[in-house]
């Protein structure tokens, strides 16, 4: 990889499709509600974070694109910032996230609302393409898509309907 952009870090991660019957019990106050927006015409997403009995947070992210490792910038928001941005023109996407222990790491499983419920993904991210390469995913996490840009962020977030999956 090419000299990263300023201020960016490499993310290195992978997805999975979720078999919801092998999931262990969620219980939904552990849940973190995610409201993302991906601003029409740019690479960018406004995220607000809740619940789960943590501080809410408030970020813009724009992900590079490209071959992975991906470079990735995130800037965190005050309310006001927050506010402005929210006024840009962007799909939204709603999802629950739930982080569950797999191993030596953490697991991000989000439960889609609204019309991909249903959908259920599970990412990991780590600090190397080393530690990425040795992970094993748990049992209930299937197909791995990763490189499906049907399952990006921003595609689901401007589907007209939701992707086929398998569980």
């Known amino acids: 990889m090419g000299e990263l952009p300023p201020y960016s870090r490499l993310e290195h991660e992978r997805r999975f499709l979720v078999r919801a019957e092998r999931l262990p019990p969620l219980d939904p106050a552990e849940a973190r509600l995610i409201e993302d927006r991906y601003i029409d015409g740019a690479r960018l997403r406004l995220r607000r974070m809740s619940g789960g009995g943590r501080p809410t947070l408030l970020k813009l992210t724009r992900k590079y694109g490209g071959p992975r490792p991906e470079p990735i910038t995130t800037l965190y928001l005050d309310a006001g910032e927050y506010a402005l941005l929210s006024d840009l023109p962007a799909a939204p996407l709603i999802k629950h996230r739930y982080h569950l222990p797999v191993g030596d790491h953490w697991f991000g499983l989000d439960v889609f609302a609204g019309a991909l419920a249903g959908l259920i993904l599970c990412e990991i991210e780590v600090e190397s393409p080393e530690v990425l390469a040795s992970i094993v995913p748990p ?15 921003a595609a689901l977030a401007r589907a007209i309907e939701p992707p086929h999956f398998h569980r």
């Open 139 to 153: 049992d209930w996490a299937g197909d791995e898509v990763t490189d499906d840009p049907v399952f990006a962020g």
